[in-house]
């Protein structure tokens, strides 16, 4: 029996896996938490929350969470053999494949938490072996190229594909619902139906950020569920798509459609960067589509390890993205709030956890 220490928890006896899957001994860093003294930012002691992030407990919009997702196969003659691609999170080992399906797993269980009346939709390639038995979850093939340097355009067309179908059911009885495309490495802690009443006269939304070189993030773009909203959306993505195709194809895999829905942007609305730095919510028009612009602080917001990002957590943040290096703590939030049932202390153990690296 080995014996883990994890900082945010009492010692505890785990079995050990078997020696050819043993990776090195897993552990939470907990440092300081970013923000501590401004009244405007989650309070930490210890991993108690001090002034609890406000959740909602009214229901909200019925939405519905639209993300792409698919799997590659490994060498099977070293899938899940080898002590590298094993990772430890709480009870739980999880093999190099087994880790990209727990994140996925984990992005619907905090949407049924946060936003129970809402479901998800998985788009992925119909050649795909794809499952998932988890309540309003589901999955909707749609045909394409899902090779890894492809992805990223491939989830834009992946987006018209699926708003065309949803145009051609909007007038039926009761499909007045919400999309909100995301990526799946994203945690929503909060209902999110307040962006479609609070602000209602808008046909997509985008999240920005402080950042010169990559100044909105593709990871949440929400579509207003009216035959407008879905019909200017499908504009707009094929806007991103053609900029995609021009000028960005030999962009990193993981940046080109950030690059081209950033260009797009400018070309039509080019004061909307001049406002980034303020983080408020505002709207513009973009080729007749009236774009609703939310700070990436609150709607996708990132544990402190990338840029711009070191000032705390706001206390009304509703996402949080466990972008690049950061999954591993996705999965270790989710453990922890398993096993307490507090969102606010386990936005204190995301928050002083951000600056661990993890290989995942």
Request: some cysteine.
């Amino acid at each position: 029996v080995s014996r883990l220490r994890l900082s945010w928890a009492p010692e505890r006896e785990l079995s050990m896996p078997p020696p050819a899957l043993l990776k090195r001994p897993d552990r939470l860093v907990l440092g300081p938490a970013a923000g501590q003294g401004r009244p405007d930012r989650l309070q930490c002691q210890g991993l108690k929350a001090v002034n609890k992030i406000s959740l909602s407990s009214q229901p909200g919009e019925h939405v519905s969470f639209v993300s792409v997702f698919t799997t590659y196969s490994s060498d099977p003659a070293g899938a899940g053999k080898r002590s590298s691609d094993v990772v430890t999170v709480g009870k739980h080992f999880y093999s190099k494949e087994e880790r990209s399906m727990a994140i996925l797993n984990t992005f619907i269980r905090f949407i049924q938490v946060s936003m129970p009346r809402s479901d998800v939709i998985i788009l992925t390639d119909p050649k795909s072996k794809l499952s998932i038995n988890q309540g309003k979850a589901s999955i909707l093939p749609i045909e394409g190229n899902y090779s890894r340097g492809n992805l990223m355009l491939q989830r834009i067309k992946s987006y018209i594909a699926f708003l065309e179908l949803k145009l051609e059911e909007v007038d039926c009885v009761n499909c007045a619902r919400h999309f909100v495309f995301t990526d799946s490495d994203m945690a929503v802690v909060e209902d999110l139906g307040h962006i479609f009443t609070s602000y209602p006269n808008w046909h997509l939304a985008l999240t920005f950020r402080n950042n010169k070189g990559q100044p909105l993030n593709s990871g949440f773009i929400a579509v207003r569920g009216a035959r407008d909203g879905i019909s200017k959306a499908i504009e707009f993505f094929n806007e991103v798509l053609k900029a995609y195709n021009l000028k960005y194809m030999k962009a990193s895999r993981m940046l080109g459609d950030q690059l081209a829905l950033a260009w797009v942007v400018k070309s039509y609305l080019s004061s909307a960067f001049g406002k980034f730095s303020r983080h408020e919510t505002f709207t513009g028009e973009v080729n007749g589509a009236s774009v609703l612009f939310l700070p990436c602080e609150v709607y996708n917001w990132t544990p402190p390890e990338g840029a711009g990002q070191f000032h705390g957590m706001p206390l009304d943040v509703k996402v949080v993205h466990f972008k690049g290096s950061r999954k591993r703590l996705m999965l270790e939030a989710w453990d922890f709030y398993n096993s307490t049932s507090q969102l606010s202390d386990m936005l204190c153990l995301i928050l002083k956890s951000g600056r661990t690296k993890y290989d995942f």
